[in-house]
Nanobody
Framework: VQLQASGGGLVQAGDSLRLSCAAS????????MGWFRQAPGKEREFVAA????????WYEDSVKGRFTISRDNAKNTVSLQMISLKPEDTAVYYC???????????????????WGQGTLVTVSS
């Protein structure tokens, strides 16, 4: 299984960025997909998740209205569109795949079976 995240970079506050994650080696449509982030010196935190069909979506409160998660099961990709970026969004962003499908636990990194390598997003003020 491989999850390849891309799209990170250095942007200014207020800018937009789109992250993508390409999955291979798994039956993509059977997995909840999530995005997490980890800032320096902090624990990995939940950002967003999307159900297998894309019909249900969950966000961490601080990104609601600014971030949009989506998936394309035909292309085995999940994306995270980020607008109005803030310096506090600076982190390494990881995509992850959850095959256990326990909705009450999807904000917990330990619920996810597979992880991408991360892509760095830096937002300058």
């Amino acid at each position: 299984v491989q999850l390849q995240a891309s799209g990170g970079g250095l942007v200014q506050a207020g800018d937009s960025l789109r992250l993508s994650c390409a999955a291979s080696g798994l039956t993509f449509r059977n997995f909840i997909m999530g995005w997490f982030r980890q800032a320096p010196g902090k624990e990995r935190e939940f950002v967003a998740a999307i159900s297998r069909s894309g019909g249900n979506i969950w966000y961490e409160d601080s990104v609601k209205g600014r971030f949009t998660i989506s998936r394309d099961n035909a292309k085995n990709t999940v994306s995270l569109q980020m607008i109005s970026l803030k310096p506090e969004d600076t982190a390494v962003y990881y995509c992850a795949a959850d095959g256990r499908l326990i909705l009450s636990n999807l904000r917990n990194p330990s619920a996810y079976d597979y992880w991408g390598q991360g892509t760095l997003v830096t937002v300058s003020s």
